[in-house]
């Protein structure tokens, strides 16, 4: 019996070392590719459930589903629209209808639509926690039974469903390919972490309860301020139909067209990152631990060549992960922090780290094989 305990010590003492060892960016990229085709596997039966059951489930709540598939199957996957009804804080027959009228209110010429059902039927039926779970659920569950490109997903939503991409789209916008808000409220929604997600609102120019109206007009402002300032970025737009109410007699389903010719870039030059009341733990290629995110923190972090420049961070410990596609890490790598000098170095790929980001991220697009930590103005190298 101490025999064998002795054997099972020494293998993990020789996994974790092995865990350790630099890879070559060969190694990092095969580890990568075999993680995503493990997780799949993984995750099969769970999809097959969700599908058979016709809807995702995320604790005790549960998103009922329904849509349709169009067009041939494009060569890279295919597309993935989501779609939010309106409705809010009513009874659950009229959450109901909005939810069958959401299911045939747009019609992609390619993809696979699906038309959610809000778990509750409270004011902010898009907005609340558990939803975020509800929709990574989603993306990936598709991914699996229908060959949805992760590169090529869409989210858009209808008066409390726009109320939700508002919500939505800026807090999760490493996920999506492009966003479309139709007669919706932003509520305390935040613009700037758009930077790099196509945005684009629809509205009735006689929309003018709660001011949705209004709105969008501070928000045409607010959008087309930040792209003013940083031209590559924030791509929008914003069409309001003078002359109709708050049903905009189907005029706004050219948002689907607009978003098709979006595909998502999961790791941009530059990230915009602040802090939702609802805390993530990521934003494309930045990361920061549960019980060290708080409300408001703001990152504003860029890559050029191998330099990475820190323009901004309230995080306390703020994780950069670093891949091959981002720079290369076979060359050394510059911090700075307003213009100071953090590090200036070679980084090291390492097993442990792909397995720490692919829990994380589980999205093959986001995986990275080196960290930096950042804490005020030292750098630890993972």
């Known amino acids: 019996m101490t025999r064998i305990l002795i054997s099972i010590c020494l293998f993990c003492i020789w996994i974790s070392v092995a865990a350790q060892q630099p890879l070559s960016k060969e190694q990092a990229i095969q580890i990568g590719d075999q993680l995503w085709t493990e997780y799949l596997q993984k995750l099969k039966p769970e999809a097959n459930q969700a599908w058979e059951e016709r809807g995702i489930r995320s ?44 299911a045939d209110l747009y019609a992609p010429k390619e993809g696979v639509y699906v038309a959610l059902r809000a778990p509750t039927n409270t004011w902010n039926l898009w907005h609340e926690n558990h939803v975020d779970e509800i929709l990574d659920s989603l993306i990936r569950y ?8 992760l590169n090529k997903v869409y989210v858009m939503g209808y008066s409390a469903g726009g109320d939700g991409v508002y919500q939505l789209a800026p807090r999760m916008a490493d996920r ?58 924030y791509t929008h737009q914003v069409t309001v139909y003078p002359d109709l109410p708050h049903w905009m007699e189907r005029r706004d389903t050219v948002a689907v067209d607009w978003m098709a010719q979006y ?7 530059k990230v915009v990152w602040i802090q939702d009341d609802r805390l993530h733990t990521h934003a494309y290629w930045l990361q920061a631990r549960d019980k060290v995110a708080k409300v408001g923190d703001k990152a504003v972090v860029s890559i050029d060549g191998n330099e990475i420049s820190i323009h901004e961070n309230t995080y306390t410990e703020l994780y950069i992960n670093l891949n ?46 080196s960290r930096l930590v950042i804490r005020g103005n030292q750098v630890k190298i993972l």
């Not at 307003?338 to 994380?360: D, H, M, P, V, Y």
């Open 59 to 102: 604790g005790d709540f549960f998103a009922k589903i329904k849509g349709h598939i169009s067009g041939g199957k494009p060569i890279d996957g295919r597309s993935l629209y989501i779609s939010l009804h309106g409705g809010g804080n009513a009874p659950a027959e009229v959450n109901d209808q909005q939810w069958h009228n959401q």
């Open 142 to 149: 598709m991914a699996i039974l229908h060959d949805v490109n």
């Open 176 to 233: 999506w390919a492009a966003a479309s808000m139709m007669a919706g409220h932003p509520g305390d929604a935040v613009a700037e972490n758009l930077r790099n997600l196509p945005f684009a609102i629809f509205m009735g120019g006689k929309d003018n309860p709660y001011d949705r109206n209004k709105w969008a007009e501070v928000w045409r402002v607010k959008l087309d301020s930040l792209q003013k300032i940083d031209p590559k970025a």
């Open 263 to 269: 595909v998502r870039n999961p790791l941009p030059d």
């Open 324 to 369: 091959d596609r981002l720079l290369d890490l076979d060359k050394p790598v510059l911090v700075k922090q307003r213009g100071e000098i953090l590090f200036n170095g070679k980084l090291t790929r390492r097993e442990s780290i792909l397995q720490a980001t692919f829990n994380t991220y589980r999205d093959p697009n986001l995986l990275f094989s």
